[in-house]
Every structure is written in structure tokens, then in C-alpha cells.
């Protein structure tokens, strides 16, 4: 049996790039796979909007904008409450690749202590070149690095999985079993730094 993955979604006033990434992800070739949106107290008309062009995909609604952190911590409650093996937070921005769920899977399934894989994430602008491949941290002054940023995509097409200080928050898949060892996201940090 195929592990259960739900994605999770965060949606704040902006309809039009949640819709282009919900389509992207119904073409997924997962089967064990489950969506849900959560709607992150939009004041526009994004909740109408995606419940009428993906009436099967779970929409939770916050009822007010609870941050990256607050927000997909709704989710990840949720999906922990449904059983997930995985849980997969992934930006409203993002157009995935139809592949792009099964390598994760498989990396963390086979890597008994790695607890988050990160995707190659494309940069919407010129997609043939990386945004991010994971990121490093600069501890002296806290400040992150995406790595192989502007690089392009067909180098690094065969590498092996990495060690990474940052798995971007963009997309990334976790283990469940993480959320119970150390807890949720810091709802402390309102936007970045998850």
C-alpha cells in the first residue's frame, strides 16, 4: 500500500495563483495522494472561486490570516488528523511537475533519519533554471542561501539527494513522525523563517 500524502495549500487573497497550482497538482500521477486548501481568512472572492473549480479538493477557512506558520499549521493538523504518512506544504505560487511528489517519497522512505525532502525548485521567470535546490545558512548572521540558484535545471538532473541546513518552505515534504517529535511550526514567526 502506498503511503498517504496530503498537500497542503495555503491560500490569502489570491485566487488566481492557488487555481494554477491546484490544476498543476490534479494532474499528479500519485494516487494516494489527498489536497487540501487552506483558506487563510481571505477578504477577495478566493474561497468562492476554488470551491467552484475544484469542488473535490478540502478547503478549510481560517476566518482571519493567521501567517505561513499559523495557517499550515491548520493544515497539518488536519492532515495528521486524517492518518497522513506525509505531509507535503506547498506554496500557492508553485506549479508543480506531474512527477514531482514520487522522488520525495521515495527519498524519505529509504532515508530512515532524513525527516524533510525538498523538490528542485524552478524559477517561474526562466524555468529551465533553479530558484532553489535546498538552502544553507550563514549562522553568523542567520541569513539563508538558496543554492544553485540561477543554475540550470539539466545540470544537476542526475544528482544524488543532499544534505541541506533549509529545506525551502516553497515545497517540502515531511514525515509525519516529525511533527510529532518536535511539534508544528513557530507560529512566533508569522512569515518566513519556517
Partial sequence: MSPHVVIVVLNWNNAPDTLAC???????????????????????????????????????????????????????????????????????????DIGFLKPLVTCLAQEGDVGIACPTIADMSTPERIWALGASMLWRSGAPTRLFDGICISSVADMPAFDVDIAPGTAMLIKTEVFERVGLLDEAFFLYYE
Fill in 22 to 96: 491546484l490544476d498543476s497538482l490534479q494532474r499528479l500521477d500519485d494516487a494516494e495522494r489527498s489536497i487540501l486548501v487552506v483558506d487563510n481568512g481571505s477578504t477577495d472572492d478566493s474561497v468562492q472561486r476554488i470551491r467552484e473549480r475544484h469542488p473535490n479538493v478540502t478547503l478549510i477557512e481560517t476566518g482571519q490570516n493567521l501567517g505561513y506558520a499559523g495557517g499550515n499549521n491548520v493544515g497539518i493538523r488536519h492532515a495528521l488528523a486524517q492518518g497522513a504518512d506525509y505531509v507535503c506544504i506547498l506554496n500557492n505560487d508553485v506549479v508543480v
